[in-house]
Every structure is written in structure tokens, then in C-alpha cells.
């Protein structure tokens, strides 16, 4: 396959200059660059993606990073930013990061030349640091990216708070709290150390499970589940994520509890799953649709040059009763 | 914003001239081609995606048309997929084609015009001959779409017989059939074909239910679920796909109905939710990673220009024995 030295060579001007236009880091005169152009098209040759979008800094792509899709979360989130996206005009580009630890920098990248017009990092464990260097249109999902990255996030101290609130309301005395834990600090986690903080005040035991935030899969959580029933550890109350709240609960019928008679359960993030079972889970609802809507809002603004008007906009979560509390 | 206009204006050049050198239509003199580029980046004028890709017919992007990504099935696929083509070396574009009618064609576009080098097609409702006229990397999942395409599906008419084997072996005799339909005909259907071949050869009595192939949603299944149990029809085995099954199931609990004992169910496409219920449901596994394998073999094998092994790939279902039948 042609090089940027057969190119040269063929245009009749240096590597040099060719790399001079393709990076468009230099004067190159109209008659050069034409034949520079020329000598691609005859050789056929493919050069780095900077060079597709070298005139035209729109791609027309937004990349949205999360962990992965088959996440009952990120798969509500990614269809509600598609439809977003779709409507403001851009298609979407994919990207399940926990399958690559190299794809949230190898997507940065994509941004930085022009091969994606801006990105919704659903997920991130890069440092802030890695952002704060780029001067793109970013948005964030549950973490601070630094001064100029728009953030769109929960209200998770109040999901928490709520979360807190009926366990106590429907007289639990000891509870099973799972955390998830995670790399770099994520606004995610505020829920926990409400629920935590009020579990503590109120003098209610608790029994914390810390997480490997690396773990989304069911059958990580079905282990987990598996794991706390067999300990047999007295409880009446269950708080955790929506697939572990539901794993708990059917280790739990198999142990034929009555649920919610003798546990109640409230779990985390609402997704469709909740409903999915009988009975279904009580739960603390993220406004997923919502939080798709922030953030291809903000970014849209980024996108066009305006002035962000919400930085950081933070959406409110909501209990949603099923059969597991009363 | 400036248009197709001013940059012939500020090229003084025609308009025709113009279109010609983004459409690559006719010829262009070199000297004419560096004139628009240059008022093209002057007046900052974005092209059609079509002159972007002009030059490099390649854009490292593969399109994956699903009709929605928050359906299970479609969400395993997608994950899967999006993993085997980042081995590849390709990016995904994602494309819900139940929230825009229009989209697959949209797409279909793109391939013609170089902005996708390729596309699985998970769903598709478009005619064959819309296809044909194509000759470029697709691939379509269980759906004949021509001579020139690749098919990667599964022994759907094997998984029907399967179904009906285990509820037959059951001892079930009143058989409540959810049948999914379709506007164009899809392999997928064989199942309901075999199943109810089988069940009527054998004079077991059938309640079938249509169900509406633009549904897919959540909410749908569940009110169809509701709408069957409410009829209280007398049937003691159900065979529908995952989620029905399992909103059926849940139905017969808040009845009090014993599962097994009273009610047999068995579900097809055997994704992840079937193992989040209590009972886990027995149903058909479809091999939903082999199906991603082999989509994006078919599919880079067309890219690369080689010979297509496998014109069509057929996958084996398997029986996965859950708590729903004995």
C-alpha cells in the first residue's frame, strides 16, 4: 500500500509538505495542495483519519462511552441519547469501555482529530487531568471532569436519603447495604454515604458489601447474592442496585422468606428490570430519559460554540413503591 | 451558514463544478478542485458527508441496525458485536430503527456513500430489493435479503421443535402460543411454524396469540400478559419469547397458579432475564455471541474483498432446563 513518501514523491514536493497539509499545521499553497491530492487519489492512499476531516472539522458523530450496553442502565441511557442525537441531527458511535481500558483514551483521541464531534462519557476512570487538557465538547455522566466539562448527574444524596427514609418507615432494624465502589470518585456514590450516614445516625446496624465496580455482570452480582444468603446473616432490609436487590430477593425466596413480610428490599436506579419480577422491586428511580436529554443538550451547546447554561445539571431522583416494602 | 452557492461564488466557479468535485461526478481540473477547497475552508462550508470520504473510501465505521438497544436480545447482540468488530479494528455506529422508519434506508445510504464501510443489519423491514440493488458489505440477521448477502441465523424451525418437545414431554395438552409476526417475512418465524405444526400434528388444543412485530417495548408484553390472564383461558403450557413468558409467568403467580406444577413455560431467545426471575425460565437459547462472531466474520471477509465462506451461517439453538418446566 502508497505512503506518504509515494505521495510526496508523485506530487513532486517533500514528506514534509505533505504532512504539512494532512496536519494542517503549516502554509501549503492551493496549486500544492491540489496535487498532493491528486497523487492520494492516484495511489489510493488512505491517510489518518485527520486528514478525512481536515476541511471539514464535523463529523456528524457523537461517541457515547459506557461500560457496556447489556447493562440494563446503559442500555435505557443509550437508546434515550440515540433518539436525542438522532433529533439534533448526529449518529451515534458506541463504545463499551469496561471490555477496553484503552477505549476512553483511544476515543478522547477520536475527538481531538475531528473524527467525532463530541462525546458523552457515560463512563470514566481516566483522570481528570486526561480532560482537563482537552478543549472539546465533552459531558459527563455522575463525575466532575473539571471546570469546563458540563456535568449531568442525580441527585444521589436524595436518592439515598429516600432509599433511608422507607427502609426506616417499614421499621428495619438491620440492614444489608451493598456499596459500589469505583476507581475514581464518582458523584454516584453520594447515595451511599447518605444511606450510610442515616443508617448510623438512627443507630440501625448495617451490614455493607463493598463492590467491585469492575463487576457489572449478573453473574458477579448472582455470586454476591448467593454469597451474603449463605452467610445467613440476620437482616430485614436490602439496599442495592436494581440486579442485586433482585438476586437477593429470589436467593431469598428460594430460602422461602416472605417478601416483604419478613425483608424488604428497596434497590437502586429503577431500571425496567424492577418490574420485571414478582413483586416487583421498590425502588429508587433515576430519570434515565432525562438524564439522556441533559446531556445531548449540553452538548449540543458545547457543540455549537454557545455558552453552556447548565454546568452542572443535577436531575432528581424518585421512589417508585413495588411489592417489596409496604 | 454558507452554502453549495457561496463557495462556487467565492470560487468563481460554477455551481455544477462544485457538486461535480464533492459527487466525484466528473472532471474537475486540479487547479478548479483548489480553488473550492480553499472557499469551502474559508467559508467554513460543511459538505455533504460525500466529499468527506471522497478521497479515502474507507471510514473504519461499521453500522449496526437493531430496533431497539434496550431490548435484551438486542443489547447482548450489540455488546457482542461491538466487541468483535473493536478486534477487527472497527468502530460502531448504532442505529434504533424502531424509534425512525426511515432510518434503515438513511443507513443504506451511508454505505453508498463511503461514510460506512459496512453494516449489520439485526432488523430489517425494508424490501429485499431495496438490498439487492446494493452491492456492498452487508450482513443481515435472520432475514434473506438476496443472493449477494450474508445471513447469519439460527435453526429457528430446530428451536420451535425443541419448544414444543419439552411441553410435549410436559404432558401439556392446552398450549397458550404467543407468535410474534412480522411485515416481512423473517427465518425467525420458523419457530412458531414448527411449534405449531408439531402441536397440531400431535392434537394438542392451542390458544395462539399475534403479537404486533412494532412492539417490542416493555409495557406491550405486559399488557398482553394481563389481557391473556384476565380471559382466564384454561391452558396449563406457554410458549412465547423471554419477556412474555416471564410477564405471563408473574400473571399466573399473583393468581396463585403453581409453577410448575399447574403451568409449563417455556421461552425463546434465552437472554439474561430468564435467569433474573424466580423460577429461572426453561427456554431456547439462542447463541447470541456465536451470532455476533459470525456476523462480523461474514462481514470483514465482504470488506476485505474475499470470497464469503458462508453464504449463510445457521446456528444451533439449545434447550437451558429452568425452574418452569419439569
Redesign the interface.
Known amino acids: 500500500m502508497a505512503g506518504i513518501k509515494d505521495v510526496a514523491k508523485m506530487a513532486g514536493v517533500g514528506v514534509g509538505t505533505v504532512s504539512r497539509m494532512l496536519n494542517d499545521s503549516g502554509y501549503v499553497s492551493?496549486?500544492t495542495?491540489?496535487?498532493i491530492?491528486?497523487a492520494?487519489?492516484e495511489l489510493?492512499y488512505?491517510?489518518n483519519?485527520l486528514?478525512?476531516?481536515l476541511?471539514?472539522?464535523?463529523?456528524?458523530?457523537i461517541a457515547v462511552l459506557v461500560p457496556?450496553?447489556?447493562n440494563?442502565f446503559f442500555?435505557?441511557f443509550?437508546?434515550c441519547v440515540?433518539?436525542e442525537l438522532?433529533k439534533a441531527g448526529f449518529?451515534?458511535?458506541?463504545?463499551?469501555t469496561l471490555?477496553?481500558v484503552k477505549?476512553e483514551a483511544e476515543y478522547l483521541d477520536l475527538l481531538n482529530r475531528h473524527i467525532v464531534d463530541g462525546i458523552i462519557a457515560g463512563m470514566s476512570s481516566l483522570d481528570e487531568s486526561e480532560y482537563s487538557k482537552i478543549h472539546k465538547p465533552i459531558v459527563a455522566l455522575d463525575r466532575y471532569l473539571g471546570e469546563e466539562i458540563p456535568v449531568v448527574t442525580v441527585d444521589h444524596k436524595m436518592g439515598g436519603r429516600l432509599a433511608a427514609e422507607v427502609l426506616l418507615r417499614n421499621g428495619c432494624k438491620r440492614i444489608l447495604h451493598f456499596r459500589s465502589t469505583a476507581e475514581k470518585e464518582s458523584l454516584y456514590h453520594d447515595r451511599h454515604a447518605e444511606f450510610q450516614k442515616i443508617m448510623d445516625e438512627q443507630g440501625i446496624e448495617t451490614y455493607c458489601y463493598d463492590l467491585d465496580w469492575r463487576r457489572l455482570d449478573?453473574q458477579y452480582y448472582?455470586q454476591v447474592a448467593e454469597e451474603v444468603i449463605e452467610k445467613n446473616l440476620k437482616f430485614d432490609g436490602v439496599f442495592g442496585v436494581d440486579?442485586l436487590a433482585?438476586?437477593c430477593?429470589?436467593g431469598l425466596?428460594?430460602q422461602h422468606k416472605k417478601i416483604p413480610e419478613e425483608v424488604k428490599i428497596v434497590s437502586y436506579d429503577g431500571t425496567?428490570?424492577t418490574?420485571?419480577?414478582?413483586p416487583q422491586i421498590s425502588t429508587i428511580v433515576q430519570p434515565i430519559d432525562r438524564m439522556a436529554e441533559e446531556s445531548v443538550k449540553s452538548l449540543c451547546e458545547l457543540i455549537n460554540g454557545k455558552k453552556v447554561k447548565n454546568k452542572k445539571s443535577i436531575l432528581i431522583p424518585e421512589f417508585r413503591k413495588g411489592g417489596t416494602t409496604v
Request: some cysteine.
Open positions: 492551493l496549486d495542495r491540489a496535487k491530492e491528486a492520494m487519489k489510493n488512505t491517510p483519519e486528514a478525512r476531516n476541511y471539514y472539522k464535523k463529523s456528524g458523530i457496556n450496553v447489556s440494563p442500555a435505557e443509550v437508546d440515540e433518539g438522532r449518529k451515534i458511535m458506541l463504545c463499551n471490555k477496553d477505549a449478573i448472582h440486579r433482585i438476586e430477593m429470589n425466596i428460594r425496567y428490570i418490574e420485571l419480577v414478582e
